[in-house]
């Protein structure tokens, strides 16, 4: 399936473990949005969406796809933790800060648009489901823009969360806001989208990747498990930077996409062996 959707814009931002008030400082500072009693991964993605944004001219219909492993875990924690105690009771905006649905809602709010907001979880791949989601939107021709972003706490404050989680390199957890400008205007575009899809088997999979050139690759942690089964030159791997968090691999791209290399792939695994590709082309 070939769509043409072109990269604009890319942010980044991970940090080390902040506090929401840290992050609505930040806020502060570019928006006069008021989110003083919100959730630190609202604030989080609201900063990430408008700075992204900063210097682009977008329609009033841009839709929006978030993705999320964890949502509002600081804030869920805090409930529950109310919930089972005898000396407290549930807070009104700490009971709505537990809905991460709220956050479309906000980045709507503060970019002043109109068009869908979709929030995706899917364990190991929500960035990867959210942009099949978008991918397919633009294919079908019900967007010609759209805001794609991985956003997640830091899981510092969860006891235990490696229990729950997938961490196979036991890397530090970070905070995470980061985010892709796509449209289908070639002019001062980054990237171009040249080819993107799920493979229920490695072997067609390994079969696509022979018939392609590339001159990076990138590997979430289960393709690094399992890259002895790809079929790609292993001197091409890139190394990442240390973007740890729930829906690092859009870190992960965009880190790939600054190196500006001609060609350029990457590759999500989940525990199954089941794959995303993603295969971008500069634009020089």
Partial sequence: MRVKMYIKTIYKQVNENKSAKDYRKDLKEISSLNLRRNSKFNVMAVYGAIKTLNDVKYKDTLSTYLSSEY?????????????????????????????????????????????????????DLSFEKAFELAYFD?????????????????????????????????????????????????????????????????????SYLKTIDYKIVGLNQFAKKYVSQLKINKNLIYENQDNFYGTYSIANIIDILNEKEENSIYISLDNKKRAYLFYFESIK
């Fill in 138 to 206: 633009f294919h079908f021709k019900k967007v010609d823009e759209v805001l794609i972003g991985g956003v997640d706490e830091s899981l510092n404050n969860v006891p235990s969360s490696n229990f729950v989680i997938n961490n196979l390199e036991n890397l530090v957890s970070k905070d995470g806001s980061s985010w892709i400008y796509i449209n289908e205007d070639k002019t001062d575009s980054l990237a171009k989208v040249k080819y993107f899809d799920f493979f229920t088997d490695l072997n067609k999979l390994n």
């Fill in 71 to 123: 949502g509002c875990i600081e804030d869920l924690l805090k409930v529950l933790n109310q919930i089972n105690s005898d000396d407290s009771m549930i807070m009104p905006f700490d009971f709505l800060n537990v809905n991460t649905n709220n956050t479309g809602f906000l980045i709507s709010q503060a970019l002043k648009t109109v068009g869908n907001n979709i929030n995706i979880t899917c364990e």
